[in-house]
Nanobody, 127 residues
Framework: QVQLVESGGALVQAGDSLRLSCAAS????????MGWFRQAPGKERELVAA????????YYADSVKGRFTISRGNAKNTVYLQMNSLKPEDTAVYYC????????????????????WGQGTQVTVSS
């Protein structure tokens, strides 16, 4: 069993930076692929970034490419989403998610592939 707890959401201004954290528990978490999703009001939940458990492979949605970075802590039980040059359209509830990975190089891009979810953290970007 894996439990995920996000933190770091805040109200910021356009152009600011923010780092979200996702703390995970569970002895097998080190071999889980991770993803960050977001859901804005009235919209479907969408993938923002994903990473393999080895950290070698990453994926970014086009809307955040070059601005957001997904990474794992040294102990591999924390995942971060560094968000730079934030825009009002980045406003959403951000969720981290995890799933058992087939290999250290595998990441996953579909919502249905993820088994574990955090409760979400609100990010609001004002113009």
């Amino acid at each position: 069993q894996v439990q995920l707890v996000e933190s770091g959401g805040a109200l910021v201004q356009a152009g600011d930076s923010l780092r979200l954290s996702c703390a995970a528990s569970g002895r097998t978490f080190k071999t889980y692929a991770m993803g960050w999703f977001r859901q804005a009001p009235g919209k479907e939940r969408e993938l923002v970034a994903a990473a393999s458990w080895g950290g070698v492979s990453t994926y970014y949605a086009d809307s955040v490419k070059g601005r957001f970075t997904i990474s794992r802590g040294n102990a591999k039980n924390t995942v971060y989403l560094q968000m730079n040059s934030l825009k009002p359209e980045d406003t959403a509830v951000y969720y981290c998610a995890a799933c058992a990975a087939a290999s250290a190089f595998q990441y996953y891009t579909k919502l249905i592939e993820y088994d574990y979810w955090g409760q979400g953290t609100q990010v609001t970007v004002s113009s």
